[in-house]
């Protein structure tokens, strides 16, 4: 099993553009969750899913888009990306709830 | 709004001291306490915490629930170099859908 997976790793974006960041896992988990990691400030949920078909906002959702259209992906999109969108993003997959997630390795995001 | 506290913010210690890493919650509907482990690269699961008073035990490791006074504690005993992390602790609390807010983790610095 490869776990989560998470592309890309690191990725340079100008104000204005927009991209998705993928994540894909191979566990067959129900639950899966996006975080975004800022400096002293922990990790802040984004958007999460319950099983294919449904998601969910977070505490930050503003800016990002999900879908969950199979149980393997959860891709997350930026629509417009802004500076303040600048972080580490994590995906991490749970078969129930979000107790014992499984993190993907980060992808780290800079807009200039 | 749920708020997750943990203190202190960072710590450095010699190897083979015993420290103490708190955790305060103010949450809706607790249902579990997690801790973390996070080396530069995603967190790793500690330990799950859902009754008062009942120790968690891994190693050199352990954890402890206050479900009345809102407090958990991590204590890392003979501390190792390895031990340098950041250690996170979430709550998992809400409603229909339960969520999972991060405090914003405490740095451990283990030097030899």
């Known amino acids: 099993n490869a776990g989560v997976t998470q592309t890309p790793k690191f990725q340079v974006l100008k104000t204005g553009q927009s991209m998705t960041l993928q994540c894909a896992q191979d566990m067959n988990h129900e639950y899966m969750s996006w975080y975004r990691q800022d400096p002293g400030m922990g990790l802040r949920l984004i958007h999460y899913s319950v099983g294919a078909g449904i998601t969910d906002q977070g505490e930050v959702p503003n800016g990002y888009n999900v879908s969950r259209s199979t149980t393997e992906d959860f891709p997350l999109r930026l629509l417009s990306a802004a500076p303040s969108q600048t972080s580490v993003y994590f995906c991490?997959?749970?078969?129930?709830?979000?107790?014992?997630?499984?993190f993907g390795p980060g992808t780290r995001l800079l807009v200039l | 709004e749920d708020k997750v506290v943990q203190s202190p913010l960072s710590l450095v210690v010699h190897e083979g001291d015993t420290v103490t890493l708190n955790c305060s919650y103010e949450?809706?509907?607790?249902?579990?306490l997690l801790w973390y482990k996070q080396e530069k690269k995603a967190p790793t699961f500690l330990f799950m915490l859902t009754s008062s008073g009942i120790e968690k035990k891994s190693g050199r490791l352990s954890s402890i629930l206050d479900k009345k006074e809102l407090f958990s504690i991590l204590n890392i005993t003979a501390t190792q170099t390895g031990d340098s992390a950041v250690y996170l602790c979430?709550?998992?609390?809400?409603?229909?859908?339960?969520?999972?807010?991060f405090g914003k983790g405490t740095l451990l610095t283990v030097n030899p």
């Open positions: 949450v809706t509907n607790f249902r579990s």
């Open positions: 991490a997959s749970s078969y129930s709830g979000f107790r014992t997630q499984y």
């Open positions: 979430a709550v998992e609390a809400g409603g229909s859908n339960y969520k999972l807010t």
